[in-house]
């Protein structure tokens, strides 16, 4: 498992699709690390008997009908596009 | 007092004069409208208003609903149909939101006008406002220090009576916190007593709107509108939803508050610490009993936060990539230049430097060491405070452990802002219930006062009860009474409304 605390700032920039300039990659690192730093106290307490909580809430697997009901349309779902066309958002092509 | 006086008025104050026909809804339109336009300039409390929607709506208030003709702020994260929703971010700069959120539609509902949209940290991350890319708010007590955050805005409007109530969100203590250093009420509730449908989602599983208001029967009344089950929500609770306001009795013989040997930490600002041994002196002095319990875990709550809350928030704003809604970078070579980009220009720099922490600690390799970590140690957390309410009704502590901080003090220093939240984000991670009131004020070198906030925490789902002590607490002393030196121009309600013989 690699060391803790060794956050490489660029390359986690590029999994989360966030550029970020060479000045905010230095200090992200430096706070960063000072903050995975003092996350290494969680290795302290004893969790051999703990089960993962994903959450608080007492509730689990919440089904419902599964029915058609009125919702917004698509011109809506459209109202707040950078770039729309013919109903669809209009991207960059993605494919050769 | 005069039409102008309206905004000094809470809630139950302005219902009693709306229910009597003393005053239209119009009328109290207009009076908070001329407020805002005399109080906003200096304190930057709100991003948008809409008062030709919100007087639309007051011609047919029902003025017989529990909040039929009372305006409401609210946080500008939170939808409201066609009116904006920018999260005081740049990535969301025109945005308009195309559906009203289950909190909004149910304060409509209720009777409630939806008005104006109020600052905050930019997506909620923060705890002074300062992370807005809109502009700053400043703290109605003394403008040069913040007024808390992240939910500043909403904080700052009810304190200089630029809003007779709002709602805020509180995912790591975003109501409470604002609330105690601006010397109002604020409310958490349990996770999932209110919907979180269209909320913008910062961190999923502790996100949490409340109501931020001058009384805590106020608190009590927007509760009883907000709260409930919702389909659009799947964690929202089924449990029936009771009257807040039936059991403010004022009666505390015989309850029990627990204080937590672990939060007597030394970082507690002097005056805070003072005035919080006064309010335990004075709950003992009604009658309640103070028992001292142990929270083991807490000194890993903040780390936990950390971790978890930025992990969710990586997650949650991967949809903003400049395709659907927002900025978008120009003339973008391929998708990913158009993704990178859109978000750099897009997000400040706290928003950025949550998404770098959450998505290192969700990638592989990483991802046991501190997510899984993480989530083990909330559930640490969580028994810590099961144990604790075996034994006590609600425990008591300072909200934080400081009062309002000069601007710009913190902004360098994350880790630091970050470590002030260690008496709100437990709540967050438990999952329980926790509200902030004031319980005194601190001097400054500068000469001005400084509210300081008391937190009472208690066990899910158990609102009726701390807003019960809560409020004994607060009708048997006066600081809930004090305005900010801005306020002290409008009138406290002394009688009838007296009208102008010219008035049309």
Sequence with gaps: ?96 | MTLADLPALNVGELRKLLQAREVSPREVLEALQARIAEVDPKIGAYLSLNFDAALALAEHADLNLPLGGVPIALKDIISVEGQPCTCASKILPNHRATYDATVVRKLKAAGAIPFGKTNMDEFAMGSSTENSSAKLTRNPWDLSRVPGGSSGGSAAAVAADAAFAALGTDTGGSVRQPAALSGVVGLKPSYGRVSRFGLVAFASSLDQAGPLTKTVRDAALLLNAIAGADPQDSTSLPEAVPDYTAKLDGELRGRRLGLAKEYMIDGIDAQVRTAIEEAVAHFQSLGAEIVEVSLPHTEYAVATYYMIASAEASANLARFDGVRYGRRAESPKDILDLYGRTREEGFGPEVKRRIILGTYVLSAGYYDAYYQRAQKVRELIRRDFVQAFAKVDALISPTSPEVAFPLGERQADPLRMYLADVFTIAANLAGICGISLPCGFAQTDGGTELPIGLQLLGKPLDEARILQIAHAYEQSSDWHKRRPPLAANVQRPTSNIQRSTQKE
């Design chain 1, 1 to 96: 498992m690699p060391e803790s605390g060794e956050i490489d700032v660029a390359h986690v920039a590029r999994l989360a699709r966030l550029n970020l300039t060479a000045e905010e990659t230095t200090l992200f690192q430096e706070q960063l690390r000072r903050v995975l730093e003092y996350a290494e106290k969680l290795r302290e307490p004893d969790t051999s008997e703990v089960e993962t909580a994903a959450h608080a809430a007492p509730l689990f697997d919440v089904l419902r009908e599964d029915e058609p009901r009125p919702w917004f349309t698509a011109e809506d779902a459209l109202s707040n596009a950078p770039r729309q066309a013919n109903g669809l958002f209009v991207v960059p092509k993605v494919v050769e």
